[in-house]
């Protein structure tokens, strides 16, 4: 299972990973995720613009084997799409972590980056 120690991990399976000015983050499903779910097929996301809080879901990912809720790991609003993914969603399970990335996010609270898991956590919880 590949985790790259530079990113943070949610419980839920999706990675963040933190921008250059510590404004905005970008969002994916980890490895595992990816792996556990099988041929991704469709990735449904809500509207550039939105705004969440950490805990809601801001879209659905839609594989052979199952469909799962992707859950904002932080709260911001969504300022970015990867576009990618509405032709080539197997993206997501090829690099999940580099052009399978799903969305971009202007954080509200950088402060909820600390209830965020390391790569060694995330690990040993599906472990």
């Not at 499903?29 to 509207?47: K, M, N, R, W, Y």
């Not at 613009?49 to 932080?74: N, T």
């Not at 997501?92 to 052009?99: A, I, L, Q, T, W």
Request: glycine share 6%; charged share 25%; net charge negative.
């Amino acid at each position: 299972m590949n985790l790259p120690d530079f990113l943070s991990y949610t419980s839920d399976h999706e990675w963040v990973r933190l921008d250059d000015e510590g404004h905005n983050v970008t969002i994916g499903i980890t490895d595992f995720a990816q792996s556990e779910l099988g041929d991704i097929v469709f990735v449904e996301l809500e509207p550039v613009g939105d705004m969440f809080e950490q805990g809601e879901a801001f879209g659905v990912v839609e594989a052979v084997k199952a469909v799962s809720d992707l859950f904002m790991p932080v709260s911001g609003t969504i300022v970015e799409h990867n576009e990618m993914l509405e032709n080539q969603p197997e993206l997501v399970n090829v690099e999940p972590y580099s052009d399978g990335w799903m969305i971009k996010v202007a954080l509200k609270d950088t402060s909820e980056l600390d209830d965020l898991m390391s790569a060694e956590e995330y690990a040993a919880m599906v472990s």
